[in-house]
Structure formats: C-alpha cells, structure tokens
C-alpha cells in the first residue's frame, strides 16, 4: 500500500439503515472514518458487527450509503473494494486442510486474483503479516491443529496480508490472552500511526479506550463519538451501560471501572 | 429309352426341389420385432441365447430346444435348459459370456437394459412381449418364421386349444360367470381381463373383477379387491396364507369360505408364463376349480 | 528439499498412477471366468480377443475409471462448495432427476401400448436412457437452482435440492404407478452398473471429465478462501453467486454423464476426498485433481472385484462400493474415537 492511496482513502456512512429481517439494526448512523484507530463499542445487540458488516459491503444496506474514496460501494467491483478493504469477522468457523501459511496467503486474492501467482513480493507481505500477527512458528502447522488463540492471530495474519488502506476487525481479541491482546493494541497503533484507517469492534472497555477514537453505538444509533479522553463521551458509556460503569483516569490513561456500590 | 428320360425327369425334378428347399432355409430372413425394428438374419438361427423363460419355452415347444446355447436364470422349462449356461437376467445380463457364446440371435423382453449394448457388439436382437392372448400367438408366429417352423407353431397353437377345451370341460358349472381375483404380486398387483391370464380365465367361465380398461396387469388399490368381494382368490401360495392379515382383507368371503387357490412357486409360474404352456396352465386352474366346494350366494 | 505435505502428495500421485495402471492391466483379465491370467492368455490366442477383450473388458474397464473419476470430482466439489465433509454430488436433484427422467423414457415405451401415439414415444425411446439420464439430472440442478432463487446462500441451495430431489423422487412414483413395467426397468438402470459400458460410453464419460475438470480445478483457489467462510470469502473479492454457479454447473454435468452411464453408485463421491485428506491433505488445487484419480481407482477396483468374486455371476458395483466406502468411514469413525 502507498503513501499517496493512503493519504486519499476515505470510508463514509450516510445515513446508513440496515433491517436484519424485522429488527432494525442500523438506524441513520452518519459517520466518516480517516487514517488512525477507531473503536466501536456499546451493548449487546447495539448493530456494532452490522456496521462493520455495511462498511465491508458485505451487508447490503436497505437506506443510505457508504462511500469509500467519494465512490458508493456498489459501484466499486469487488476486487478493486476487496484491495482497499480487509475485514476480519466475528465468528471465524474455519474448514479444510490449509496450512497457515496458506491461510495468511489468501489475504493476497485481491491483488492477484483467484488465476494470478503469488510473487515475491507478495510473500514478503505473507512473512512481514505473520510477523506482526506473531504465529510465523507454526507456518507448516494446519490450521485445524491449533488452539482458538493460535487460530485467531494466523486469521488476523490474513487480514494484515491484505496489506489494505482500511483494516476493519470484528472483536479480534476474541480467544487471545491479556499479553497478545496489548501486542495487538500495538500493532493496531502502529498500523494506524502508518496511514491505515483501522476500525475494531471491542467489547472490552479497556482495550477500547486505548484507541485514537471512540465511537459508542447503541440500539441502532451513534449516541456518542470522541477521543478517549471526552467527558462526553465517557457520560454516554455510562449511560449505555446502565450506570454498571465508571470511568476512571489511572496514570495517562483512561480506565473503566465496575460500579458495585450502584 | 423312355424309362430312362422319365428317371432322368425325377432326378432333376428332385435335384430342383433340393435347390429350392436348400435356398428357402438360405433365404434371407426379415421379421420385425416388437420395438418396430426390422430384424434381417442371413438364415435361421442355429445359435440362440433367450433372456426371457415364456420365450425359452416358446423356443423348446417349436422343436428348436437342441439350438439354444443359454439362457436367463429364471428359464426352468424343459429340463434340458437347466444344463445350459444360465446367463443372468433381464437388467443384468452377463454381457461377456453372451458375447462369448456367439449367439445368431438373442431373445429378450423390452425392459432388458443389454439390448443396445448387445446391438452395439453386433449381435441381433429380438424383442418380444406378450401381454394378451393376441400376443402370445403372435410372438410364437413370429419366432416360428425365425426358426423356420411354421407347421409347428400351428400344431402347438392347436394343442394349447384342445388342452383349453378339456380344461372348459372339468370347470364345474357352478363356477361359470362367477368373478375371480388373480394376484400377480402382493402390492398388489392383479391379472386383469386385458391379460392372457385373464383370458384364459374367461375361457374357462370366470369373470374377472379388474375389468379392461384397468390395463392387463394394474396396480390395485387394495380397498378396490375387497369392495369388489370375489368370489374365487387365485395367488401364489405363500401370499394367500397372509392375505387375511391385510387390513380389512378379513372380510373377503372368498377367503373366509376357502374358495381360494394358492399355487407352489413351479406350479405358479405355469400360470403367469405366456408361452405354449398355457393349455397346461389352463388345466391347473380347472383341476382347483374342480376341487373346491361350490361357491355361495349368487352368480353376480 | 520437499516438504513433509510434498512428499505426502508425491507419494499419494505415484501410488495412485501405479495402482490404476495395475488395475486397468487386471481388468483386462478378469471375465467371465473369474480373474485369470492363463484365460486372458488363451481368449488372445483365439482370435475372440478383439470382441471380448477388445470391445468388452477393456472400454469397460476404462470406463469404470472414467466414471470413478466423475464421482470423486464431483464428490470433492461439493464438499468444498458446502464447506461439509459428508456433503455428496448426488445432492441438488441430479440423482433424482435422472432417475425421473428414465422412468419417463421406460414408461414412454410401455405406455406405446395404451393408445400414445407411435410416433412420439419411439422419438422418446430414441433419445434412448442414456440421453435421458443426462438430460435429466442437468434438469434438476436447474430447479433446485430456480428454486433457491439462484445461487445466493448455500444453506438455501441445500434446501431446495432436499425439496427438489423429493419432489422429483414423488413424480417417479407416480409414473411408475401407471407403468408399472418402468419401476423394474427404473430400478436396475439406478441401480448402478459398469457392466454396460462401451466404447462410445467411455467417449461420453471422457469428454464430461475435459468439460468439467478444467473449470473446476481453475477455481480451486476459491473453495480455498471458502474454508475461512462465506462472508470472509466475499470480502476477499469473490463473488460468491458466480461462483457457486460455476462449481454448481460443473458438478450438474460431472454428475449427469457419470448417471447417464453407469447408473447411481453409492460413495465413490463421498469417500475419494477423505482418502485424499487422509493420505494428502493439501489445498484444492491439489484435492480435486486427486479427487477424481482416487474415486477412479475405487471404482475400478470395485469393477475388477465385482467381475471376479463370484464369477460368472457379477456382484453389483454398487453394493462392492458401499461396502468398501461404508467400512472405510466406520474405521475413520473408531479412529476419531480413539483419538
């Protein structure tokens, strides 16, 4: 990825409104996304998966739009969307005889597409997305012959190969213990520190409010959007959390606490 | 000197008949068959492989039984065709020991699955069926053209009939008009008026109660067979032994008063094969009608 | 230096090539008089061997490799395709269909004698079983297709091909109920059988293998990015209806030619691929193109068995295969156990 399609790369949701059979999912969210870390969060059921799903493409939204570079998503092909975008899902149920290796190679598809061979350019970018992802180990292993924590770094691999200007992530931290969990907030900082626009999905308050930029999401709709440190916004996590929270500051950083005393 | 002219007159007389019988036999043969095919054999057939038993019979009856080379496993009739290489049965017939017999002819029913691999190894094949009554003389004409034994044919034709006339005369009189129900399979599967079978039964006196617009052998409701309430039963005898079991087939009278007749496997497959047997078959039925008691109720 | 995966592979290719060679050799041997060496010797002396060598075991020996191979194909296509181990070709009405599609033909011809018109059952009876069975399974992977409304979620195309192959299963009962004469006829022909196969037939089944081997193999980097899921396959670019249409597509006709000419065989498709994940586990490039050589040599193997155990009687190819796939998968189960 260039500095220059970097520097260029918008992704924007207007008025977005998704129904997943008779729910609402997704109810007017407006919101634009630039290079730098982004973190959704709110309660179960708030749409935070559905939004990532729509600025994916992979959900077809029944009003509004999203716009990547100024062009509505329909009108991009898919590979020329699947180039720009990486997106890693929530629930990954894996199958085959894949090796890792051959996993994290199919982050290269979109630029090669299903008849291109792999260059060797392209397997730097396999090699330098296992390093990052920290499971270059166990190239040779089957994916299947892993643990759920193993698994989820060979499959956050496969994003990273994308080598894309956006990164969305859908509760990578699922099945990673507490030090790989901070790693992947490093690499996370680190990716958006380079020009990529990063946007997770997490549950986790603290990890959350590591990020550059939070947004709070909650029955549908965008309550709150801000920096970390936005009393504002720490009234609307509390607010949509049941008052079940605090949020603290502890040394440079921002920390949510539970509230047993309520 | 006259003697002499009039021998010489026989022996070419003789030497023109011999050339004329011996082409006749050389003479090309064209039948056609039932699929609507026309069949051309160079000369009769000395070497045939029958797929189907009535045809093995048919064959054996017109005097060619010393011309078969195999048979399907299912052929039981003459004793002499048990010794012959049983070569499978209509859906799975042996391709390669036929082959290998190199048969003149192959005789076989329709729904045999080997024709068109057979006709694509060269060898001929006819199919003959024979439903009806029409049938059967016509499949015995035409394998008599084949096997060059027309008088034959007539002459089992003519025994089939005059064993039908005894059988007529042993059939009890209390039995005529009565209504029969013939179980071809216990689905069930009936023999209706359509069928040989149900002809020879109304030759024999019986009405039947699957009537001919049914079809020769239909797929019965069983309701329809205890609605109709026969007066005679004819099955095979292990079906008959279970029919009362059948739901509401208790309150079949015939069943009740015994007027049934239930048929060992061999002396079953005399019945139901439509081949020069069939006076034979004709003389079983009258032989069970003659045992029986008199049916009750009327004539309906 | 080969990896431990490649050697697996190589190993797995050359044991296969040197397998079907042995056995495309032995089909050659085996007749009706049982497997013998001395009887191939003495059929060749005779001057008999052009017709029963040449124009019987071998098209047919040949052919049941064919047919194999369209089997094991199929059967690794779909259980890519539905991301489902169990998943077999037949699924999506191309067995019933077919099977529906001769009945029609059987009962066409029987029927002639209720008053249809000569003229029009002879044209069906011309177009003859194997027509038929082609015909009728492309058919049927076209309604369950319609049905499911295109090739838009897999769990819906299964659906529908359940509903398809039942509906389809319904409507041959009902012509055999007016025909009954066709149910026997039905019956044997899916019952399955290499015993028919000619020259002409191994022509059928090696142009179906030209046709849809090279598409599917072409893809196989996409039943690849399939294992990750649907929606993570779908954000790498693909475009999953197009997809699934192609694979659909070549599975309808791998299945159709493979059903045209020997019947239904039960298992080939299902058990090829787990030998070859069991021997070679490897990326799909790899597991359809041994897919389809495993399930050749399997049913090869069954035909030779079938034509030599009780020779001259044949046991049914069909049954030889479900015992051997339905034992293999009872070992693969008591494995798992032990494991």
Same mark, same amino acid.
Request: hydrophobic share 50%; glycine share 10%.
């Given at each position: 990825?260039?500095?220059?399609?970097?520097?260029?790369?918008?992704?924007?949701?207007?008025?977005?409104?998704?129904?997943?059979?008779?729910?609402?999912?997704?109810?007017?969210?407006?919101?634009?996304?630039?290079?730098?870390?982004?973190?959704?969060?709110?309660?179960?059921?708030?749409?935070?998966?559905?939004?990532?799903?729509?600025?994916?493409?992979?959900?077809?939204?029944?009003?509004?739009?999203?716009?990547?570079?100024?062009?509505?998503?329909? +009108?991009?092909?898919?590979?020329?969307?699947?180039?720009?975008?990486?997106?890693?899902?929530?629930?990954?149920?894996?199958?085959?005889?894949?090796?890792?290796?051959?996993?994290?190679?199919?982050?290269?598809?979109?630029?090669?597409?299903?008849?291109?061979?792999?260059?060797?350019?392209?397997?730097?970018? $396999?090699?330098?997305?296992?390093?990052?992802?920290?499971?270059?180990?166990?190239?040779?292993?089957?994916?299947?012959?892993?643990?759920?924590?193993?698994?989820?770094?060979?499959?956050?691999?496969?994003?990273?190969?994308?080598?894309?200007?956006?990164?969305?992530?859908?509760?990578?931290?699922?099945?990673?213990?507490?030090?790989?969990?901070?790693?992947?907030?490093?690499?996370?900082?680190?990716?958006?520190?380079?020009?990529?626009?990063?946007?997770?999905?997490?549950?986790?308050?603290?990890?959350?409010?590591?990020?550059?930029?939070?947004?709070?999401?909650?029955?549908?709709?965008?309550?709150?959007?801000?920096?970390?440190?936005?009393?504002?916004?720490?009234?609307?996590?509390?607010?949509?959390?049941?008052?079940?929270?605090?949020?603290?500051?502890?040394?440079?950083?921002?920390?949510?606490?539970?509230?047993?005393?309520? | 000197?006259?003697?002499?002219?009039?021998?010489?007159?026989?022996?070419?007389?003789?030497?023109?008949?011999?050339?004329?019988?011996?082409?006749?036999?050389?003479?090309?043969?064209?039948?056609?068959?039932?699929?609507?095919?026309?069949?051309?054999?160079?000369?009769?057939?000395?070497?045939?492989?029958?797929?189907?038993?009535?045809?093995?019979?048919?064959?054996?009856?017109?005097?060619?039984?010393?011309?078969?080379?195999?048979?399907?496993?299912?052929?039981?009739?003459?004793?002499?065709?048990?010794?012959?290489?049983? *070569?499978?049965?209509?859906?799975?017939?042996?391709?390669?020991?036929?082959?290998?017999?190199?048969?003149?002819?192959?005789?076989?029913?329709? #729904?045999?699955?080997?024709?068109?691999?057979?006709?694509?190894?060269?060898?001929?094949?006819?199919?003959?069926?024979?439903?009806?009554?029409?049938?059967?003389?016509?499949?015995?004409?035409?394998?008599?053209?084949?096997?060059?034994?027309?008088?034959?044919?007539?002459?089992?034709?003519?025994?089939?009939?005059?064993?039908?006339?005894?059988?007529?005369?042993? $059939?009890?009189?209390?039995?005529?008009?009565?209504?029969?129900?013939?179980?071809? +399979?216990?689905?069930?599967?009936?023999?209706?008026?359509?069928?040989?079978?149900?002809?020879?039964?109304?030759?024999?006196?019986?009405?039947?109660?699957?009537?001919?617009?049914?079809?020769?052998?239909?797929?019965?409701?069983?309701?329809?067979?205890?609605?109709?309430?026969?007066?005679?039963?004819?099955?095979?005898?292990?079906?008959?032994?279970?029919?009362?079991?059948?739901?509401?087939?208790?309150?079949?009278?015939?069943?009740?008063?015994?007027?049934?007749?239930?048929?060992?496997?061999?002396?079953?497959?005399?019945?139901?094969?439509?081949?020069?047997?069939?006076?034979?078959?004709?003389?079983?039925?009258?032989?069970?009608?003659?045992?029986?008691?008199?049916?009750?109720?009327?004539?309906? | 230096?080969?990896?431990?995966?490649?050697?697996?592979?190589?190993?797995?290719?050359?044991?296969?090539?040197?397998?079907?060679?042995?056995?495309?050799?032995?089909?050659?041997?085996?007749?009706?008089?049982?497997?013998?060496?001395?009887?191939?010797?003495?059929?060749?002396?005779?001057?008999?061997?052009?017709?029963?060598?040449?124009?019987?075991?071998?098209?047919?020996?040949?052919?049941?490799?064919?047919?194999?191979?369209?089997?094991?194909?199929?059967?690794?296509?779909?259980?890519?395709?539905?991301?489902?181990?169990?998943?077999?070709?037949?699924?999506?009405?191309?067995?019933?269909?077919? #099977?529906?599609?001769?009945?029609?033909?059987?009962?066409?011809?029987?029927?002639?004698?209720?008053?249809?018109?000569?003229?029009?059952?002879?044209?069906?009876?011309?177009?003859?079983?194997?027509?038929?069975?082609?015909?009728?399974?492309?058919?049927?992977?076209?309604?369950?297709?319609?049905?499911?409304?295109?090739?838009?979620?897999?769990?819906?195309?299964?659906?529908?091909?359940?509903?398809?192959?039942?509906?389809?299963?319904?409507?041959?009962?009902?012509?055999?109920?007016?025909?009954?004469?066709?149910?026997?006829?039905?019956?044997?022909?899916?019952?399955?059988?290499?015993?028919?196969?000619?020259?002409?037939?191994?022509?059928?089944?090696?142009?179906?293998?030209?046709?849809?081997?090279?598409?599917?193999?072409?893809?196989?980097?996409?039943?690849?990015?399939?294992?990750?899921?649907? +929606?993570?396959?779908?954000?790498?670019?693909?475009?999953?209806?197009?997809?699934?249409?192609?694979?659909?597509?070549?599975?309808?006709?791998?299945?159709?030619?493979?059903?045209?000419?020997?019947?239904?065989?039960?298992?080939?498709?299902?058990?090829?691929?787990?030998?070859?994940?069991?021997?070679?586990?490897?990326?799909?490039?790899?597991?359809?193109?041994?897919?389809?050589?495993?399930?050749?040599?399997?049913?090869?193997?069954?035909?030779? *068995?079938?034509?030599?155990?009780?020779?001259?009687?044949?046991?049914?190819?069909?049954?030889?295969?479900?015992?051997?796939?339905?034992?293999?998968?009872?070992?693969?189960?008591?494995?798992?156990?032990?494991?």
């Amino acid at each position: 990825m260039n500095k220059a399609q970097a520097a260029v790369v918008s992704l924007r949701a207007d008025a977005l409104g998704v129904s997943l059979g008779s729910t609402r999912a997704l109810d007017s969210v407006s919101i634009g996304f630039e290079p730098g870390w982004t973190t959704i969060v709110g309660p179960n059921g708030a749409g935070k998966s559905t939004l990532l799903r729509a600025l994916a493409g992979l959900q077809a939204p029944q009003s509004g739009s999203v716009h990547l570079h100024g062009q509505a998503l329909p +009108d991009w092909t898919d590979r020329e969307r699947a180039t720009r975008i990486a997106w890693l899902g929530q629930q990954a149920e894996t199958t085959g005889e894949l090796t890792v290796r051959e996993v994290v190679q199919l982050g290269r598809l979109p630029q090669h597409g299903l008849f291109g061979a792999l260059t060797a350019g392209d397997e730097a970018v $396999v090699d330098a997305a296992m390093h990052d992802a920290e499971c270059s180990a166990w190239q040779t292993r089957r994916l299947h012959e892993l643990s759920g924590g193993e698994r989820q770094r060979v499959l956050i691999a496969r994003a990273l190969a994308v080598d894309a200007p956006v990164l969305l992530l859908d509760e990578p931290t699922t099945h990673l213990d507490p030090p790989h969990q901070i790693a992947l907030v490093q690499l996370l900082r680190r990716r958006a520190a380079a020009g990529v626009t990063v946007v997770s999905v997490l549950h986790d308050l603290a990890l959350a409010l590591l990020a550059d930029r939070l947004i709070v999401l909650d029955r549908g709709r965008v309550r709150a959007v801000g920096r970390s440190d936005d009393a504002a916004l720490h009234a609307a996590l509390i607010d949509v959390f049941g008052g079940a929270i605090r949020i603290e500051r502890v040394g440079s950083r921002w920390v949510p606490v539970a509230d047993l005393e309520r | 000197m006259t003697r002499s002219i009039s021998i010489w007159r026989r022996a070419i007389a003789l030497c023109w008949l011999v050339a004329l019988s011996a082409a006749a036999s050389a003479q090309p043969l064209t039948v056609r068959d039932d699929r609507g095919i026309e069949i051309t054999l160079a000369a009769s057939p000395r070497r045939i492989v029958s797929l189907l038993p009535s045809l093995t019979e048919s064959v054996c009856a017109l005097g060619a039984c010393a011309r078969l080379v195999g048979v399907d496993r299912f052929s039981n009739w003459p004793e002499s065709v048990r010794t012959l290489p049983q *070569l499978g049965g209509l859906e799975d017939a042996q391709i390669e020991r036929v082959t290998a017999l190199k048969p003149d002819l192959v005789l076989a029913a329709p #729904s045999a699955r080997a024709i068109e691999r057979f006709e694509s190894l060269g060898l001929k094949v006819l199919v003959l069926e024979s439903r009806d009554r029409a049938d059967v003389k016509r499949t015995l004409n035409t394998l008599a053209r084949v096997l060059d034994a027309s008088a034959q044919a007539a002459a089992v034709w003519s025994k089939i009939e005059h064993d039908e006339r005894l059988a007529v005369e042993r $059939v009890p009189a209390h039995w005529r008009g009565r209504r029969v129900y013939f179980e071809v +399979d216990a689905t069930p599967y009936a023999a209706g008026a359509g069928s040989f079978i149900g002809e020879t039964l109304a030759r024999l006196g019986l009405a039947n109660i699957v009537p001919i617009e049914l079809g020769p052998f239909p797929k019965l409701n069983p309701e329809f067979v205890v609605r109709a309430q026969p007066d005679l039963v004819i099955a095979q005898r292990a079906n008959l032994a279970e029919m009362p079991r059948r739901a509401g087939w208790a309150g079949l009278r015939a069943l009740r008063s015994g007027s049934t007749c239930g048929f060992e496997p061999v002396a079953y497959e005399l019945l139901i094969r439509p081949g020069p047997r069939m006076g034979e078959a004709a003389q079983s039925l009258a032989a069970c009608l003659a045992a029986l008691p008199a049916p009750g109720g009327a004539a309906r | 230096m080969p990896s431990l995966d490649q050697q697996r592979r190589r190993r797995l290719a050359t044991r296969l090539g040197t397998l079907t060679l042995a056995l495309l050799l032995a089909g050659l041997a085996a007749g009706s008089d049982g497997w013998s060496i001395r009887g191939l010797w003495e059929t060749l002396q005779q001057g008999d061997a052009a017709l029963i060598v040449g124009q019987i075991r071998a098209p047919r020996t040949l052919g049941a490799w064919l047919a194999g191979a369209l089997l094991g194909l199929a059967g690794a296509v779909a259980q890519g395709l539905f991301r489902n181990p169990l998943a077999d070709p037949y699924l999506l009405g191309s067995a019933s269909g077919a #099977s529906l599609a001769v009945v029609l033909v059987l009962a066409a011809s029987s029927l002639t004698g209720h008053g249809v018109a000569l003229a029009t059952a002879s044209a069906v009876a011309r177009l003859g079983l194997v027509g038929a069975a082609f015909a009728g399974a492309l058919l049927g992977v076209s309604l369950t297709l319609i049905l499911a409304r295109g090739a838009e979620q897999t769990t819906r195309l299964l659906l529908a091909g359940v509903v398809v192959g039942v509906l389809l299963a319904a409507g041959s009962d009902l012509v055999t109920s007016a025909a009954p004469d066709a149910l026997r006829g039905k019956q044997a022909f899916m019952l399955g059988s290499t015993g028919f196969l000619s020259w002409s037939a191994c022509a059928v089944l090696a142009a179906g293998l030209l046709l849809a081997l090279p598409p599917a193999w072409r893809l196989a980097r996409a039943l690849d990015a399939l294992t990750l899921g649907e +929606d993570a396959a779908r954000s790498l670019g693909l475009s999953l209806s197009r997809l699934r249409a192609a694979l659909v597509g070549a599975l309808a006709l791998a299945i159709g030619v493979a059903v045209s000419q020997t019947g239904l065989i039960a298992f080939v498709g299902l058990v090829a691929p787990h030998l070859v994940r069991r021997f070679a586990p490897a990326p799909h490039g790899y597991t359809l193109l041994a897919s389809a050589a495993t399930g050749g040599t399997l049913l090869l193997a069954a035909d030779v *068995l079938a034509r030599s155990l009780i020779a001259p009687q044949e046991v049914p190819v069909g049954v030889l295969t479900a015992l051997l796939g339905g034992a293999y998968l009872l070992w693969l189960l008591h494995r798992r156990r032990m494991a």
